[in-house]
């Protein structure tokens, strides 16, 4: 079935450092992707998303292109805050309407 | 901004009791979904739900479970005897009406923690 496969955490960074958290997905079909950012005490927000091949998603700083030759959203930015400090996790859409998650990376930015 | 609400925010009961998790959706939407994230682990879909009648559930969510949209803005997740491994955060998310297969964006609660003794 379809999954989503995520880099383990924490990543541990200090602010101003590159992020990247990597996300490769196995699905049928044409999936979409999505990654979503969890605060602490907060419920689940979209960042940022993308719905066919080669689409770059962004937000807040944050990047991912949809890379169907090597299944993979990988999450970028170019230089975290103390701010971004959260859980992200990369999910997928395929044919039917549920969302499949990765397990979460929690991100931690040190000043 | 419209938000997803849920209520409570944290709800402890004993094992075997009935439980009923609430949410308001946001208010033009009409997909409706359960999902949950048992501690330390990744988040599952539990069941969509789409005029009136359940769409889509995963094989967590047996004959315990049952969702309902009461009046036209509660969408509820009922567990009639809860049981240890039921302890988790419970999200609901709703989307607008749209094309199915996912492309359009849900939106998700702030969660309800569910502890069962």
């Known amino acids: 079935g379809d999954s989503v496969t995520q880099m383990e955490g924490p990543v541990t960074l200090s602010e101003e450092a590159f992020l990247t958290i990597n996300c490769t997905y196995t699905a049928t079909g044409y999936p979409s992707l999505f990654w979503y950012v969890q605060y602490p005490g907060e419920g689940l927000q979209l960042l940022l998303k993308a719905t066919k091949a080669d689409d770059k998603g962004s937000n807040k700083g944050f990047e991912a292109t949809y890379r169907k030759e090597t299944t993979s959203f990988h999450l970028e930015k170019g230089s975290v805050q103390v701010s971004d400090s959260a859980v992200y996790f990369c999910a997928l859409s395929s044919n039917t309407d549920k969302l499949i998650f990765g397990t979460g990376t929690r991100l931690q930015v040190f000043p | 901004e419209p938000e997803v609400t849920q209520t409570p925010s944290h709800q402890v009961t004993q094992m075997g009791q009935e439980v009923i998790l609430r949410c308001v959706p946001i208010?033009?939407?009409?997909?409706f979904y359960w999902y949950r994230q048992i501690l330390g682990q990744k988040v599952e879909f539990l069941v969509s739900f789409y005029n009136n009648e359940i769409s889509e559930k995963s094989e967590i969510f047996d004959d315990q479970f049952s969702v309902e949209r009461p009046d036209g803005s509660n969408f509820t997740l009922k567990i009639r005897s809860t049981k240890l491994e039921d302890s988790a955060m419970y999200f609901c998310?709703?989307?607008?009406?749209?094309?199915?297969?996912?492309?359009?964006?849900?939106?998700f609660g702030p969660g309800t923690r569910l502890t069962v003794l």
């Open positions: 998310a709703s989307r607008p009406w749209g094309l199915a297969g996912g492309t359009d964006t849900q939106y």
């Open positions: 208010s033009n939407h009409l997909y």
